[in-house]
C-alpha cells in the first residue's frame, strides 16, 4: 500500500554532532543523549541509551507532524540490536552472580520491545505497538509492519522508530575474547548510532514536508540481488529517479552492481542515521529533513541474504 509521510524526526552524528575524521566508516557514538529535553526524570531515569534515543527521534517526528493528542497513535519500533547495554549487563551478572545480582528491572530493561513499551507509555496510546527486527533491513521490517497496521485498519497514524545504539569500547571487548573477524568487521561497517522516525498514515497529511508531499511504496522484496536488478530494471522509475544503498551490510557492492546493470548513478551515503542499522527509514528523514529529496527516490537495502527496497515518490 501507499504510506502518506506526515512527519519526520532523527537524532544522528552528522545532524545533531559533527562526524569525527574517518567516522563515516567506523563505528561511531554520540555524545550525551538529549532526552531531558523530551521527557520527565521519572520516565527517563528507566530508560536505557537505545530507549532514549528512539524517544527523541519519536518525539521530534510528532512535533514535525504537529500531532498533539497521540492517544490512537500506532507504535513501531525497529532496531538491530535492541537495548545491547542491559543485555551485556544483563548476561555478565547471571555469569558473574549466578542471579544474586540482577534487579526486576533489568530483564525486562534488555529486551528488544523495551523501547516500544516506553514509547507508548510516554505518548498515552492505546493503539497497537509492535517490535521488529531484521538487522540491516529493520528499517525495511517496520516500515512493512507500519503499512499491515494501517492497510487492515487498525490505526489511522503509525509512528515508526527505528535505530541502534553503538560503543567503540565493543571493538576492544570483543578483539580481547579473541572475536577479531567480528571486531574488525563492527569497527569498519559504518555502524553509527542514532535513532530516525517517521509519522506516517492512510491519507495526505494537513501540512507538506517542506516543498515536498512525500509518499512511500514497499516494492516486492526478491530473494536473490539479480532478481532485484530485473526488477528495477523493468520497474516504473523515472529518468530522474535517484537511486540510494546504505554502508555496511554489502552496501557498497550492491551500489556497484545496480550503477553497472541499470546503467545510472548509484549513491551509498556515508555514516548518520541512514546508515545501515537504521534502514530506509533513516534514509529518508535524512532526506526529507535536509531540504527535501529528489522527486523520486530508491532506497535499497541488504542483510546477509535478505533484500528490502522502498520507493518514494513526491
Known amino acids: 500500500m501507499r504510506l502518506h509521510v506526515h512527519g519526520a524526526g532523527r537524532i544522528a552524528l552528522g545532524a545533531d554532532e559533527p562526524l569525527g575524521p574517518g567516522a563515516d ?8 543523549v538529549p532526552i ?7 520516565a527517563y531515569r528507566r530508560y536505557g541509551r537505545l530507549t532514549r534515543l528512539m524517544h527523541v527521534a ?38 558473574g ?30 493503539a497497537p505497538s509492535l517490535a521488529v527486527s531484521q538487522g540491516a533491513l529493520s528499517g525495511e521490517a517496520a516500515l512493512c509492519a507500519a503499512a499491515d497496521l494501517l492497510g487492515g485498519g487498525h490505526a489511522d497514524l503509525a509512528l515508526v522508530v527505528c535505530g ?9 571487548r570483543l578483539a580481547a575474547l579473541g572475536a577479531n573477524g567480528l571486531a574488525s568487521a563492527l569497527a569498519t561497517e559504518a555502524f553509527q548510532e542514532g535513532a530516525a522516525a517517521l509519522v506516517l ?54 551500489a556497484a552492481r545496480l550503477a553497472e546493470t541499470l546503467g545510472r548513478p548509484v549513491e551509498c551515503p556515508g ?25 523520486e527516490l530508491v532506497l535499497v537495502g541488504r542483510e546477509i541474504d535478505d533484500l528490502g527496497a522502498v520507493h518514494f515518490r513526491s
Open 25 to 32: 566508516r567506523s563505528l561511531g557514538r554520540l555524545g550525551e
Open 271 to 295: 555514516a548518520g542515521s541512514g546508515a545501515a542499522q537504521a534502514g530506509a527509514l533513516g534514509a529518508l528523514a535524512d532526506a526529507l529533513l535536509d531540504g527535501g529529496p529528489a522527486r
Open 164 to 172: 541502534d545504539e553503538a560503543d567503540p569500547a565493543w571493538v576492544e
Open 97 to 126: 552472580s549466578g542471579g544474586a545480582a540482577v534487579g526486576p528491572a533489568l530483564v525486562p530493561g534488555s529486551v528488544h520491545n523495551a523501547p516500544a513499551g516506553h514509547l507508548t507509555i510516554a505518548l498515552k496510546t492505546r
Open 36 to 42: 531531558k529535553q523530551y521527557a520527565a526524570p521519572a
Open 201 to 254: 498514515g492512510r491519507e495526505p497529511g494537513g501540512r507538506r514536508l517542506g516543498a515536498v508531499g512525500a509518499t512511500i511504496e514497499r516494492l516486492p522484496c526478491p530473494q536473490r540481488v539479480d532478481e532485484l536488478l530485473e526488477q528495477l530494471a523493468g520497474g516504473p522509475l523515472g529518468p530522474d529517479a535517484a537511486l540510494v544503498t546504505r554502508p555496511g551490510a554489502g552496501g557498497e557492492e550492491l
Open 58 to 95: 519519536a518525539a521530534r517526528a510528532v512535533a514535525h507532524a504537529g500531532i498533539e493528542d497521540t492517544s490512537s497513535l500506532a507504535v513501531v519500533t525497529g532496531t538491530a540490536l535492541g537495548e545491547v547495554a542491559h543485555g551485556l549487563e544483563l548476561l555478565e551478572r547471571l555469569h
